[in-house]
């Protein structure tokens, strides 16, 4: 070769290399990204592989019922995620065959041409929920009356690690609503009616949830949920109920101060993804408010992760199916929970690209956000579930913590003549009431069901049973549900309250006790014996007139699985230290708290009060 030729052969290898350098899109090759340091260099390593239709497969979120059947369409889709709903799991409900069903759908995603992993979420709302033997801890309101956001972050970090144990790497949780009507079927989802506390309790969960880094195998996505006003619905405009899924008729000042404000902690304590409501904004659903979901979230809060839209939320959107996709993908929506026509969403979103009626900019935006939090979790190097955590759900630690939780999350509302705590070693103490022995009423709803259940759903303490293992051995302790054969007790314990619900179910015009209830606390007071009542319940219920004849009352909203909690309070091995996160009301006129604001007649009990001994 003359020195000439070495030359300019020389001079193009260096062009090549430097190319391949300033471009690293091998990907003209190859599917595998695996060989770029950078995340965000894998994600533009993948996107210009993906044809339309798997882009949008990346964007679409099945219910994993639909899909049983179906399971290659997961592949022949590409199908980015999957969710369990509220009542869909394994026909067997233990970890083990959750995490058999949740790798075996993973398995047919491996199978697709680009071998993209699904994301996989749940509502492990209070604890792994759904699953039976798994820790439940106390619904958010309780968690609200405790205000202790490291509390918060542990539960949420033994939560992540349970959920993660199955494969699971999504929870769509917090839900950081402010509720300001406790008649909403949804109120104990939230912490509390003042958006500071939520704000900081939700920003702890985030943390709980995703630790510090998202690589970690007990790591999962936390979803702020449900952007933006689901707590403020007007009365009258909710579907098919009175509030839940209804409109927020509220200027925008207050719609921020309010009900945005918890997304700025949210957002800046790396929330990674948002999921929008099913409520509207002065008629307008949240689902197509381009100015909320874009403008506002991301703009302007700078929020970088993925927004999913709520079950089946696009379809109640204006117009044709079609016409639905166009307004929600165009809003921001990055993912959409369909849950169930996947092809018809899936055909019609193509379509729209093809028309230009939704832009591939906007498209790509969104398989990024996806893609980027995919490679984040570590799902590219780790799909399946984590079967070395499996020993640990349920296990003893993480039911030590619910049951601390569970004591620091009572409120003590009436104390007559210091008669808690109660000695240990009284001769006969009756446990009275509907709810003493009940764990599926302890932990309302989202709990093993959609909707929860009563009865013994899953592993766990009940309170009559946890009174029972507190006593000394030679207190005798009775049960009675009505309340009747009272007479000669030391002490009656009462558990009354709500059964469990939840959205679309639990909304609520009347807050008083049932007349079951009522009945039972009559009959014991006829026996001439003291009576503490505990209150099982989602919200504030109207005690007024009643409470004057109890001799201590104690809200215990929904406290899970660990009843002993309960127990350690009543019998004095801790002080009540919780402080109500609702105002409670004197009676129905004061609801909804706008109304107790503006009224001169004193709640019940203001927000924040709460005794101790
Ligand atoms: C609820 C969400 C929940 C989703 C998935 C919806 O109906 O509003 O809070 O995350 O279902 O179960
Ligand atoms: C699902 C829930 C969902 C609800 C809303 C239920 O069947 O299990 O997850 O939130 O439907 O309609």
Redesign the pocket.
């Known amino acids: 070769m003359s020195p000439h030729k070495k030359f300019s052969a020389l001079f193009w290898i260096l062009w090549i290399a430097l190319i391949f350098f300033l471009f690293p899109t091998t990907h003209f090759f190859s599917a595998d990204a695996s060989k770029f340091s950078s995340i965000k260099q894998k994600v533009e390593a993948i996107l210009p592989q993906m044809t339309l239709e798997e882009k949008i497969g990346q964007m679409t979120q099945i219910?994993s019922q639909v899909i049983m059947n179906n399971l290659q369409d997961i592949s022949a889709y590409g199908i980015g995620s999957l969710l369990s709903?509220?009542?869909?799991g394994p026909s067997f409900n233990s970890p083990e065959s959750w995490a058999n069903m949740v790798d075996r759908f993973q398995s047919y995603a491996l199978k697709s041409r680009l071998k993209i992993p699904l994301i996989y979420g749940i509502?492990s709302v209070h604890g792994l929920s759904h699953v039976k033997g798994a820790t439940v801890f106390p619904h958010n309101i309780g968690l609200g009356a405790a205000r202790n956001p490291v509390l918060v972050e542990k539960i949420a970090r033994i939560t992540a690690m349970e959920t993660a144990a199955l494969g699971i790497k999504w929870t769509f949780a917090p839900c950081i609503a402010v509720p300001q009507d406790i008649r909403w079927g949804r109120t104990y989802e939230g912490f509390s009616e003042d958006p500071k506390l939520v704000s900081l309790l939700g920003a702890s969960a985030i943390k709980g949830s995703q630790s510090t880094n998202l690589s970690d195998p007990t790591s999962i996505l936390a979803c702020a949920k449900h952007f933006a006003g689901d707590g403020g619905t007007e009365f009258g405009t909710g579907y098919p109920e009175l509030l839940d899924q209804g409109d927020a008729r509220i200027p925008e000042k207050e719609l921020r101060s309010i009900h945005i404000f918890p997304y700025i902690a949210a957002i800046s304590n790396g929330a990674a993804s948002v999921m929008a409501s099913f409520s509207s904004w002065n008629e307008i659903k949240m689902h197509q408010n381009k100015y909320l979901l874009t403008d506002v979230l991301r703009k302007e809060l700078k929020f970088s992760g993925i927004l999913v839209s709520d079950?089946?939320a696009v379809k109640q959107l204006p117009g044709t199916p079609e016409e639905q996709v166009k307004l929600a993908i165009n809003a921001g929506i990055d993912m959409v929970m369909v849950p169930d026509s996947y092809q018809q969403f899936i055909g019609n979103l193509t379509a729209l690209v093809r028309k230009q009626e939704v832009s591939e900019e906007r498209i790509d935006e969104a398989v990024r956000r996806i893609l980027t939090l995919k490679y984040k979790l570590g799902l590219f190097e780790h799909p399946y579930s984590h079967r070395e955590l499996l020993a640990q759900v349920g296990g003893r630690e993480h039911r030590e913590l619910a049951r601390e939780a569970v004591r620091k999350s009572l409120v003590l509302l009436k104390n007559k003549d210091k008669i808690l705590p109660l000695s240990k070693k009284l001769k006969k103490i009756i446990v009275a009431g509907r709810k003493a022995d009940d764990i599926g009423s302890q932990c309302g709803g989202w709990t093993i069901t959609?909707q929860g259940a009563t009865g013994a759903i899953t592993t766990g303490t009940s309170i009559l049973q946890a009174i029972k293992k507190a006593v000394s051995t030679n207190t005798i302790v009775f049960y009675s549900t009505n309340g009747e054969n009272c007479l000669g007790a030391d002490a009656v314990i009462a558990v009354v309250g709500e059964g469990p619900y939840a959205?679309?179910k639990g909304d609520r015009e009347d807050l008083s006790l049932k007349t079951t209830d009522l009945k039972t606390i009559r009959n014991i007071k006829d026996a001439g014996v003291p009576v503490v009542v505990i209150l099982i319940s989602g919200r504030p219920m109207i005690v007024t007139s009643e409470i004057k004849s109890w001799n201590a009352f104690i809200a215990a909203w929904l406290p899970g699985t660990e009843g002993e909690g309960i127990a350690d309070i009543l019998f004095g091995d801790y002080q009540p230290a919780g402080k109500l996160s609702y105002t409670w009301p004197a009676s129905m006129d004061q609801v909804p708290l706008r109304k107790a604001k503006n009224s001169h007649s004193k709640p019940l009990y203001p927000y924040g009060f709460g005794l101790s001994y």
Do not use: F, P, R, V
């Open positions: 219910d709903g509220g009542n869909s509502d079950w089946a959609w959205e679309m």
